[in-house]
Nanobody, 126 residues
Framework: QVHVVESGGGLVQAGDSLRLSCAAS????????MGWFRQAPGKERGFVAA????????YYADSVKGRFGISRDNAKLTMYLQMNSLKPEDTAVYYC???????????????????WGQGTQVTVSS
């Protein structure tokens, strides 16, 4: 069992930066992969970024590549999403998720993740 909680969302202007955090508890944090997903109003939940157990492999959606950075601190049981050069189209509820079936790699498929947070709202104004 894994429990994850997101924080760090807010209202920012286009071009600003924001860092989301995802604190985990339960199963040994360094034993599984994690990911960030987002859902905008009227749209399906989509992949943003993912990271394997030791941060040696990271994955990004094309829409955020070069602007967002995913990282994790296994000692602090926390994953991060650094978001730079934010755009209005980045507005969404952002979710962190844990995939305890994988550790060496990470999936872009939300269906692969068993545990989800409640989400944190990110709003980017133009």
């Amino acid at each position: 069992q894994v429990h994850v909680v997101e924080s760090g969302g807010g209202l920012v202007q286009a071009g600003d930066s924001l860092r989301l955090s995802c604190a985990a508890s339960g199963r040994t944090f360094s034993s599984y992969s994690m990911g960030w997903f987002r859902q905008a109003p009227g749209k399906e939940r989509g992949f943003v970024a993912a990271i394997n157990w030791d941060s040696s492999r990271t994955y990004y959606a094309d829409s955020v590549k070069g602007r967002f950075g995913i990282s994790r601190d296994n000692a602090k049981l926390t994953m991060y999403l650094q978001m730079n050069s934010l755009k209005p189209e980045d507005t969404a509820v952002y979710y962190c998720a844990a995939d305890t079936a994988r550790w060496a790699a990470a999936s872009k498929d939300p269906g692969a993740y068993e545990y989800w947070g409640q989400g944190t709202q990110v709003t980017v104004s133009s």
